[in-house]
């Protein structure tokens, strides 16, 4: 159901017998491997700021930023700058566990000023999902236990130990058998923190919960179990890995909530447009893995020294601007412009939004008509209701006005 994309069929769109069909397009579906039946095969060739350009230098506005990657825009001089600086110097050394990385130090000095003192340990990686894989080890190592509870309709990522804290069977299921001991609470559900006890190591939750639809959590269930956390000698770990990085108009979600979390997870946005993940605790927490065994959780790529710098520039300019604070405003107006018969509410906090209609098939339209005028916009794994909406954070008012017209035309 999902896979009817854009009402495509394999053979129609992807056959290798369609004369029209571009020789990379071809070598596309001979040679990489495909995450769904009908890929639907956009082709960008260059992108600048809000937009993506294909071969015909079509404009293209991002309203996804590569899912929620792109938060200063494409091709940003400053990070292509250190990039190019660092590659210069040097592009690859043994980052894990011995060698002082300088590109490493800069960024995780350049976050630690921005974070709480029980946040001021870093281990970089190159991935989200890599990053929540090592908070799993960490936690179980620190506190000797091996439960893990995790939140339904939550999404960790696609690696073994994250998919086995996806509820939903019909992603997690074909993969079993997945890790054992893992529990499920139920999201703002607080008479459902009991799963939460002595022999929990961790538990793991996004403060908006990304796939679900962009749904926020509440701060009295935030605060309960922060409370349910430290009664039980549990370690709370925040996954902002999409949430992160300015999207909410903070540097990290968990700020509007004033609960610190003990492990936080970062990625996507904060390498700037290259690969990076980051687990963030405190020194005794991540001393744990240094010994017994030595070399516990060791890594060849994490923490690359060019993604390490472009990270370090894209965070300089982030908060070295306005972008954040302007970031209310902005969530403001695509609320006040995106009223529409077909859009029964919006939810989700800052630039990450979530426009629910009344089926699927409305969004698969939707989404169609937004793409051939130039806009590129995407759906939710647990809610095909909805499109998502996670602009670069760079987004002018005026461009705002300008997609959110597009959007109603696309409707109507």
């Known amino acids: 159901y999902i896979f009817l994309y854009l009402g495509r069929s ?9 004369p029209y069909l571009r020789s990379i397009k071809k070598s596309f579906l001979k040679h990489l491997a495909q995450t769904s039946p009908t890929p639907p095969m956009y082709e960008f060739v260059r992108g600048k700021g809000i937009y ?16 929620a990657v792109n938060n200063i825009g494409h091709n940003n001089k400053q990070v292509t700058k250190a990039i190019k600086k660092q590659v210069d110097k040097y592009s690859h050394q043994m980052v894990y566990g011995e060698y002082v990385i300088g590109p490493q130090v800069k960024l995780a000095k350049r976050l ?41 309709s939550a999404y960790h990522g696609s690696t073994s130990g994250a998919l086995s804290m996806m509820s939903d069977e019909y992603y997690s299921g074909p993969f079993k058998p997945l890790l054992p001991n893992i529990h499920f609470a139920d999201f ?11 022999q929990t190591a961790a538990v793991f939750i996004e403060p908006i919960q990304a796939e679900k639809g962009y749904v926020p959590a509440s701060q009295e269930f935030l605060n309960g179990l922060r409370k349910k956390c430290n009664e039980t000698g549990t370690l709370l770990v925040f996954d902002e890995i999409q949430t992160g990085v300015g999207r909410t108009g903070k540097l990290y979600a968990f700020e509007h909530y004033n609960v610190v979390p003990d492990i936080l997870l970062s990625a996507k946005a904060l390498g700037g447009g290259m690969p990076i993940g980051v687990f963030i605790s405190s020194q005794a927490i991540m001393a744990s893995l240094s010994d017994n065994p030595i070399l516990g959780h060791i890594t060849t790529f994490g923490g690359h020294p060019v993604s390490c710098a472009a990270g370090n520039a894209s965070l300089k300019f982030l908060t070295k601007s306005n972008l954040m604070r302007e970031v209310a405003e902005k969530e403001a107006l695509f609320r006040e412009l995106l009223v529409h018969p077909k859009i029964n509410r919006i939810s989700g906090k800052g630039l990450m939004l979530a426009v629910q209609l009344d089926s699927f098939e409305e969004v698969e339209r939707t989404m169609k008509r937004c793409i051939e005028r130039g806009v ?8 095909l209701e909805c499109l998502r909406i996670s602009p670069p954070l760079i987004m002018t008012e005026d461009q705002i006005k300008d997609v959110c017209g597009v959007l109603l035309e696309a409707l109507d």
């Open 10 to 18: 394999r053979l129609e769109a992807c056959s290798y017998n369609n």
């Open 52 to 67: 993506l350009y294909d071969k015909n230098d079509k404009p293209y506005v991002d309203l996804i930023s590569g899912i």
């Open 112 to 152: 630690a000023k921005l974070l709480p003192d029980k946040l001021q340990s870093f281990y970089f990686l190159n991935s989200g999902s890599e990053a929540v894989e090592g908070a799993m080890k960490l936690a179980k190592k620190y506190t000797g236990r091996s439960k893990i509870v995790a939140m339904r």
């Open 188 to 198: 703002n559900q607080l008479d459902t923190l009991d799963v939460i006890d002595e």
């Open 376 to 383: 590129i916009i995407d759906w939710f794994l647990y809610n």
